[in-house]
């Protein structure tokens, strides 16, 4: 053994894993880029391999850091080089997200943390690659009662049952919903079917005194408020 330095011996890609560490520590999320915010997820179930190409491939296959992180399973096995344990952890990325944004509605008034309201109907659904249409039922403080999944379509239909909807918050003794569906297109604007079924939910919901505050469109490119678009 000479008398050089074991440090010499680390793989080439040892020092850059420890500077971009060392900026996240010091700078903050914001000074990296997606791709590097990525890197960081992907270095502990790739310990031994220069990650950054990797990063950089799925971040054109799939747009930005959030939309890896909300890819789905199946799409994500298709890059080569992402396997069962680099899927497991962009997944607790995305169950992480959802549950923190979640927790910022929970147990408080929901019309008086409204933005709280969108970031969460966004990061569980904005990048889904396949219609959901969520009902969020709320008591009499408007406070959460239940948040549930109704139905999952296709790509670009899910099948909506007004009566069933508001016969759920009778069940749940629900004073008000917000309904919330996202348009994998990326596109928030709401179609004339979105439009129909909003109102046709309304007129049903009504004479039991049930509120319905807003039917919030998610997509990639933002979200649409039919209350705020006059629907409602």
Same mark, same amino acid.
């Given at each position: ?23 996240? %520590? ?25 990650? +950054?190409?990797?990063? +950089?491939?799925?971040? %054109? %296959? ?18 080569? #080089? ?8 962009? +997944? ?10 979640? #927790?910022?509605?929970?147990? %408080?008034?929901?019309?008086d943390s409204w933005t709280s ?9 904005? =990048?889904?690659? +396949? ?5 969020? =039922? ?14 999952? #379509? ?28 996202n348009h994998p297109s990326g ?42 678009? #006059?629907?409602?």
């Amino acid at each position: 053994m000479t008398g050089q330095d074991k440090s010499d011996d680390a793989p080439h890609y040892h020092g850059h894993r420890e500077r971009l560490r060392a900026r996240f %520590r010091e700078a903050g999320a914001e000074a990296l880029a997606d791709y590097e915010l990525l890197e960081l997820v992907l270095f502990r179930a790739i310990p031994r391999r220069d990650v +950054k190409p990797l990063a +950089k491939d799925l971040i %054109r %296959r799939f747009g930005s850091f959030a939309e890896v992180i909300a890819a789905p399973e199946t799409l994500l096995a298709e890059v080569d #080089g992402i396997g069962a344990g680099v899927i497991a952890d962009i +997944k607790l990325i995305e169950a992480a997200a959802v549950r923190m944004t979640r #927790g910022a509605i929970a147990g %408080r008034s929901v019309l008086d943390s409204w933005t709280s309201v969108l970031d969460y109907c966004r990061a569980s659904m904005a =990048f889904a690659d +396949k219609e959901h249409f969520r009902v969020l =039922f709320l008591d009499k403080r408007n406070q959460l009662i239940a948040d549930e999944v109704q139905q999952t #379509g296709t790509i670009d239909h899910t099948p909506v049952y007004p009566r069933e909807v508001v016969k759920r918050a009778l069940e749940l003794s629900a004073s008000a919903m917000i309904l919330v569906h996202n348009h994998p297109s990326g596109d928030p604007a709401p179609s004339s079917a979105d439009i129909r079924m909003t109102r046709e939910i309304v007129d049903i919901a009504t004479p039991f005194g049930i509120e319905v505050h807003d039917h919030v469109i998610v997509g990639r490119k933002g979200h649409a408020s039919l209350r705020g678009l #006059g629907v409602i």
